[in-house]
């Protein structure tokens, strides 16, 4: 979780520069790192059971958004842990701008390309 803790704090600061509500784009951005990393790990599992199930990576991936973006919401902005990692000087040192952004382009990659290897094998 230090890793996504992480990451509110450096996107927070950084989207609080242009929004009245800085959390909303943040919360989005994490739900959608968590959702790639889940359905990675769904691909992966159908890609070494090998079942025959058809399903529809868009419609998975919609409803699991939903999903991660409440649970966010719920545990950052309701438990009020986002003011928490604001206050805390540990998350100032972490340099993760440029390895957020290496994170969510291999995430999305990995997730179209274990889905295309399911598919085809």
Known sequence: MY???SIYYYLYNKSKRGNAVPEI???GFISFCQTNNFLLIINIIMIVIKPN???KINNVYFISQIIFYILNYRYYQ?????LEILNQPKYKKSKYSFITYIYIIM???LVGY????YKEY
């Open 3 to 5: 890793f996504f803790n």
């Open 25 to 27: 784009p943040v919360l």
């Open 53 to 55: 199930i058809n399903y």
């Open 78 to 82: 309701t438990k009020k842990i986002g």
């Open 107 to 109: 995430s999305v990659f």
């Open 114 to 117: 274990s889905y295309y290897i």
